[in-house]
C-alpha cells in the first residue's frame, strides 16, 4: 500500500491532492480499541470512510484487526465486502424492499431502525430463514431507532417468530461530546434495560466520543468513528490523536498587490499594507469552505478567525472570499524565495489540524472530511500496515 511521490505523476501535477496516512490511522483504530477495554473496536467508514476512500481504509482497518465494520448503505458494504471478506459489515440505514438480493449475496448485516423495517425485516425471515440484523433502539436522540418501549415489548414477545434473533442491539449518544451533559447518564440508564431485555445478544452504545466517557459506555462492542480519522472526539481537550488526512492546493499564481488595494469578490478585504498574495486551486467546489473566507460571509462578524493555511514553516491566512475554485492566501510575512507558483500550501492536515480549518469554517471535522469532493488527487502512504 506505499506509494511514491516520483511515481505517481498524477499526484505530483495535481492542483488538489490529499494524503492519507495509513499507520496514523492504523495507530488511532488501535488507541481507540486499547480505551474501549474489555469491548471490541468495530471500524465505521461509513460516507466512502469519511471521504478518505472505503477501498484502502477498510483494507487497512481490517489487515489491522478490525472484523466489526459499520457503513452507511447496502452499495457501501458490498465495495467493503471485497476488502474485509470474513467480517461482520453491519448496514445503518438498514433494509428496504428489493434489497435482500445485495444483503444475501454480500453477507451484510441490516440495522433494523423503524417499526416499517421491522415489519418488512419479519416478512424476510418467513421467507427466507434465519438471518442475522441488529436492532437500533432510540434511548433519547429522536433520530433512528424504535421507541424503548416498543423495543423492550419486542424482546418480552414471545410470539415473535424464532428466525428473530438480533446479534446486536444498539442505540447512539446525542451528547457523548459534552462530557458533563447529564443526557449521557439518562441515555445510559435507557440502554441499560434494552441490553438487559435482550440477553445474551452483544450491546453497541459508544461512538469516539463515548469511549472517552469511560466503560460505563463501553459494552460489548465500540464504534469509534472520528477519532479514527484523526479528529476530535471531544472538542476543548487536546486531541490524542494522530492526524490522518492532509490536505494541499498548488498555487497558480503569486503576485503583488499595494495597500488600500481590495481582494476578490465583493472587495471584502481591503489591504492595510503592501501585500503578497498566492491564489491556490482549490474552492469551495473542493470542500473548501466559503465561510472560512477572511470577510464577505456572516460567520466574521462574530470575530472568529478566518482560515488559515500552511506553507514553508508558517500559517498563512485566507485574503478576501473563497470562490468556487480558488483561495487566495496571504504570503507577505514569508520570504519570497520560499513561496513560488507550483508550491503547495496545506488546507489541514499535519500543521492545520482538521478541526481547527472546520472552527473557521464554522462547522466540524466531520464536515471537512466528507466534503473534499473529487477533484483531488489522493495518494495513501504506509511504511508498514499489518496485523
Known amino acids: 500500500m506505499t506509494d511514491s511521490f516520483d511515481d505517481n505523476d498524477a499526484f505530483a501535477a495535481a492542483g488538489l491532492r490529499l494524503t492519507v496516512d495509513l499507520d496514523a490511522l492504523v495507530e488511532n483504530w488501535r488507541d481507540m480499541a486499547h480505551r474501549s477495554g474489555r469491548a471490541r473496536a468495530s471500524a465505521v467508514v461509513k460516507a466512502d470512510a469519511y471521504g478518505l476512500g472505503i477501498e484502502d481504509i477498510g483494507e487497512t482497518l481490517y489487515l489491522a484487526g478490525a472484523r466489526d465494520f459499520f457503513v452507511a448503505t447496502a452499495d457501501e458494504g458490498a465495495t467493503l465486502r471485497l476488502y474485509a471478506p470474513d467480517a461482520r459489515i453491519f448496514v445503518l440505514s438498514g433494509i428496504w424492499p428489493g434489497m435482500e438480493r445485495v444483503f444475501f449475496e454480500n453477507d451484510l448485516v441490516p440495522v433494523i431502525a423503524s417499526e416499517e423495517q421491522l415489519t418488512f425485516w419479519m416478512s424476510v425471515l418467513a421467507d427466507y430463514g434465519d438471518y442475522p440484523c441488529a436492532l437500533q433502539v432510540d434511548t433519547g436522540f429522536n433520530r433512528l431507532g424504535l421507541p424503548m418501549e416498543d423495543a423492550l415489548a419486542l424482546a418480552d414477545d414471545v410470539s415473535r417468530p424464532a428466525s428473530f434473533a438480533p446479534v446486536l442491539v444498539m442505540s447512539h449518544l446525542a451528547c457523548g461530546d459534552d462530557p458533563t451533559n ?24 459508544a461512538n469516539s466520543a463515548g469511549i472517552f466517557l469511560g466503560s460505563d459506555y463501553h459494552f460489548d462492542l465500540t464504534r469509534p468513528g472520528i477519532a479514527t480519522y484523526g479528529g476530535e472526539a471531544v472538542p476543548g481537550i487536546a486531541n490524542p490523536m494522530r492526524p490522518v488526512a492532509t490536505a494541499e492546493a498548488r498555487i497558480i499564481q503569486t503576485r503583488f498587490v499595494k ?100 472552527r473557521s469554517a464554522g462547522t466540524i471535522g466531520y464536515e471537512m472530511l466528507t466534503s473534499l469532493g473529487l477533484r483531488h488527487e489522493r495518494r495513501y502512504i504506509s511504511e508498514e500496515v499489518e496485523e
Open 259 to 358: 495597500s488600500g488595494e481590495t481582494v476578490g469578490y465583493g472587495r471584502a478585504m481591503q489591504l492595510a499594507r503592501d501585500s503578497r498574495l498566492a491564489i491556490v486551486s482549490a474552492g469551495y467546489a473542493d470542500g473548501y469552505m466559503r465561510s472560512q473566507s477572511s470577510g464577505g460571509v456572516p460567520l466574521r462578524q462574530t470575530g472568529l478567525p478566518a482560515g488559515q493555511g500552511f506553507i514553508a514553516g508558517h500559517k498563512v491566512p485566507v485574503a478576501g472570499r473563497i470562490t468556487m475554485d480558488l483561495t487566495i492566501f496571504d504570503v507577505t510575512d514569508i520570504p519570497h524565495h520560499l513561496v513560488r507558483a507550483g508550491d503547495y500550501v496545506e488546507l489541514f492536515g499535519t500543521n492545520i489540524p482538521v478541526d481547527d480549518a472546520a
Open 182 to 205: 447529564p443526557m449521557n447518564r439518562q441515555q445510559l440508564e435507557s440502554f441499560r434495560k434494552v441490553s438487559a431485555a435482550f440477553e445474551g445478544v452483544e450491546a453497541s452504545l
